[in-house]
Every structure is written in structure tokens, then in C-alpha cells.
């Protein structure tokens, strides 16, 4: 499976922003999807996952309530909706597709490119 990532751009804190990845096939329904972040200096780091179904999430504390992760399964695609972002929100984000719902990476066999974000204040 190849992922495509998409959507970063420079935004102002405060602002919203939308990341989409592309899969190039439709095996991509079996996947559960994550995205992950690494910013500068620091370990690519968890943000969140959604079930092959779109049925189950789950978030990293520092997103929870700011972002909601989303699959349409019919176009390939998994969403990443961010509001309210912050300055270390800023980061390289990756999508990935694993095969369990797990937040650990090496649950994850296929990943994107990344799109960089970054949030100024």
C-alpha cells in the first residue's frame, strides 16, 4: 500500500487545518490508520488511529478535543481535522496503515512521505 499525505501548509495558532492521505488501493479498508508527528529535535511521536470500520479512535492527550480523525473507505482516504492548533503543533505528520489498533509504530507496515505543519504564534 502507498500512502500519499497531503494538506500541511503554514497556519496561525488559533487556526484549523485538514491533512488528508491517499491510498493506492482499496486493500485500504482492512488497515487501521494512524498518523503520527515528529518535530524538530524530537521522536516521531503518536497522534491518532481510526478502526478500518471508522467505528473506533483513539487520540494522543495533547490533540484530544482539538482533533478528530476520520476514513472514507469508498475514496481511499483517511482525515486528520486540526483546530485550534497550537505552536507545538508543529511538526512533520505521517500517515501510516497497520494491522492492529495500536499506538506504537512498529504496528505499522505502510507509511506516507509526511506534510510538514507549521503554526506560528
Known amino acids: 500500500v502507498q500512502l500519499q499525505a497531503s494538506g500541511g501548509g503554514l497556519v496561525q495558532a488559533g487556526g484549523s487545518l485538514r491533512l488528508s492521505c491517499a491510498a493506492s488501493?482499496?486493500?485500504?479498508?482492512?488497515?487501521?490508520m494512524g498518523w503520527f508527528r515528529q518535530a524538530p529535535g524530537k521522536e516521531r511521536e503518536f497522534v491518532a488511529l481510526?478502526?478500518?470500520?471508522?467505528?473506533?479512535?483513539q487520540y494522543a492527550e495533547s490533540v484530544k478535543g482539538r482533533f478528530t480523525i476520520s476514513r472514507d473507505n469508498a475514496k481511499n482516504t483517511v482525515y486528520l481535522q486540526m483546530n485550534s492548533l497550537k505552536s507545538d503543533d508543529t511538526a512533520v505528520y505521517y500517515c501510516?496503515?497497520?494491522?492492529?489498533?495500536?499506538?506504537?509504530?512498529?504496528?505499522?507496515?505502510?507509511w506516507g512521505q509526511g506534510t510538514q505543519v507549521t503554526v506560528s504564534s
Open positions: 481510526i478502526t478500518w470500520s471508522g467505528g473506533s479512535t
Open positions: 501510516a496503515a497497520g494491522a492492529s489498533a495500536r499506538i506504537y509504530e512498529d504496528n505499522y507496515d505502510y
Open positions: 488501493e482499496r486493500t485500504f479498508r482492512r488497515y487501521v
